[in-house]
DNA sequence: TTGAAAGCGCTAACAT
DNA sequence: ATGTTAGCGCTTTCAA
């Protein structure tokens, strides 16, 4: 590889020369100057050493990303608009890793992006508490955290972008009610995010509206597991399971995410429900996977690419022209996306005609 | 962030004392020198700085992955797989991008890759030419591709992992021959790749073998757009659409992957025919999706983690201590997963019974 | 057993 | 308009 020394050296110029250029400083030459300086990179094939750009400057064109696990495609599509937007929009790449919500990889993450360099990172739900990279900030990083608020009472330095969590699950409830439904219920996993409990609470605000509060119930699942996020579906089918026996069973469902209804879906099925007909169920999400499920998910779509390019504008500012307003910023574009998984509860005739599909707006 | 300048000062020893100590020449001083500098580097929270040693060494503990699409869930997996694996096994973190199968975004990632001081890459199911990273190659690189075999007539210094797609596609085919059918077609999307062509030629030597070759078609989908890989659904969908009407329509498909043949279940389910007992359809992959659609999908099990570990392994050795056998390493583990997607073709008695769920597995 | 010093390749004052 | 030079934080001979 070619340095900076060989191409002063092939230009007859000095390496400051060449660094001025380097640096968009071409105005400070002749013209002449420049172009023999622009040849002499090109006949080498010369690539300024980012390593030694940045011991220098001390910034890297690296941006971290903590995501729970790769493999869950929800967290692959917001990874993949992330990576684009950073590097179309800013020159950065991409490092990233998979944090299955340890708290030690978490911050063994951390650690290492310090050392590497890395001063722009974005977090993935996190775990609920983010005390173990607070420090990290304190020591000049920039992070933005995905679907978790601000914790109430710290003044954290950590931006936070989300979803209105609160009004999806609402919007998602509010639907299984309009179609007729009254034993309700919200399917989650073992462990509260906020994300996770601004839902519940969303869930719960739609069945009180209605008067529906006592017959709300909360299905809790079971843990995640070692691998990670995928397994989230397994979790759903094992819920599906459990309350298919059920005497008092709910006829409207509404899953924490897409993948979870997924597993709920399969589990149902595999009981000898049929959805809609029996049970119905509403995700959210609006993973492209919903449209391809059999029967097709009705879900909430969140705005995903918008929030990703949020988070990247968001983490590339520097902290000193930290806007108080952008501490926290809630998307509220919220889609309800009717397909083919609601149907009005069995034994019980439509409140209304299900009809031509319409898609509801959130303002 | 402290220096190794000020955990020399403060344990009252020279930097190279404790450069020792960072690289485990502790043997060289007295255990009281030693402690000292250990205290020091604990009270200052000291941490070397990577890319100051990178600079120095040359060598960063980053490993470059380049994918099609992370929100393919498939690559998704994979590059989960070789995270953890890299991470646990040897330190190494992941710069990871999205290629969409594009020259230019590959070649642009190699520079990158190049200049950050990345010496070690694994490349997923680039396009059919990989010459434009065969210079990076010579530039000391060690990269491994994954899902295509070295080029013939070229001596590659790029080493090659892949499933034995010749004959995944091979076992799909044939399950679909014993359960009866005839009328056999292989779904692809538009463009050539060397794992595609392996499994058309799979597909085409059971027809072959069951003397069934002329009824034996392809069926090829449109392109893949801007959006990458997770579109491959939609490809599937389009393609069951177009087939549906066709008066010779097949009545076992087997897809080039199984989020392909999650689209084409979508597809033919839209154009009102049921799998299995109208078409029959199987998968290649073993997503963990599959075991979740309805019906849940016949697919072909591929080694995803062997093979993850095996690039990881690979890619960390170093040039000289390559094994000529290692060149190419291809993996055999396949097993048919038999689910609910394939039965007997319409109108005719199943050749054998379809009993007991049996998983084949291949030697 | 420990320390001094020369870079790794680059940037950016500061000189000329 | 161009050149000289002092580092950025670390590793590693080579000396002491």
């Known amino acids: 590889m070619a340095t900076i020394q060989d191409v002063a050296r092939h230009a007859a110029v000095s390496v400051s020369t060449v660094s001025n250029v380097l640096n968009g400083r071409a105005d400070r030459m002749r013209a002449e100057t420049l172009a023999r300086v622009e040849a002499a990179i090109q006949a080498l094939q010369f690539r300024p050493n980012k390593l030694a750009q940045q011991l220098k400057t001390g910034q890297t064109p690296l941006l971290g990303l903590l995501v729970p696990s790769m493999a869950n495609p929800m967290y692959g599509f917001i990874a993949r608009e992330i990576e684009s937007f950073a590097q179309e929009g800013f020159g950065f790449r991409v490092l990233i890793g998979s944090t ?182 509403v995700g959210i999400d609006g993973l492209f996977l919903s449209a391809l499920s059999n029967p097709a998910l009705t879900t909430v779509q969140l705005p995903i690419r918008a929030m990703a390019r949020a988070m990247v504008q968001r983490v590339m500012k520097n902290p000193d022209e930290l806007d108080a307003t952008e501490r926290e910023q809630v998307f509220t574009e919220l889609r309800l996306v009717e397909r083919e998984s609601v149907a009005p509860p069995p034994g019980e005739t439509a409140r209304r005609a299900p009809g031509k599909k319409i898609e509801k707006t959130n303002p």
């Not at 299955?100 to 993450?109: I, L, M």
């Not at 995905?146 to 699950?169: C, I, K, L, Q, W």
């Not at 069973?249 to 399969?266: E, F, K, Q, T």
Request: hydrophobic share 45%; aromatic share 4%.
């Open 100 to 281: 299955y919500r340890e708290r030690e990889k978490e911050s063994a993450f951390f650690e290492d992006l310090l050392a590497q360099g890395v001063r722009r990172v974005i977090v993935i739900s996190s775990l609920a508490d983010e005390r173990h990279f607070e420090s990290a900030v304190e020591q000049g990083m920039v992070v933005v955290s995905y679907d978790r608020g601000a914790t109430p009472g710290r003044r954290s330095r950590v931006a936070h972008v989300m979803p209105d969590n609160f009004e999806a699950a609402r919007l998602a409830t509010q639907h299984l009610i309009a179609r007729g439904h009254r034993r309700l219920a919200f399917a989650t996993v073992a462990g509260m995010t906020m994300s996770r409990s601004a839902k519940i609470d969303g869930f719960h605000a739609a069945a009180e509206a209605a008067g529906l509060r006592a017959q709300a119930q909360l299905l809790d699942g079971g843990p995640l597991n070692e691998y990670g996020d995928a397994v989230i579906a397994e979790v759903g089918r094992a819920t599906a399971l459990q309350i298919a026996e059920r005497p008092e069973r709910p006829s409207g469902i509404v899953a924490l995410n897409d993948l979870m209804a997924l597993g709920l879906m399969a589990g149902l099925r595999e009981a000898g429900l049929r959805v809609p007909q029996d049970v119905s169920v």
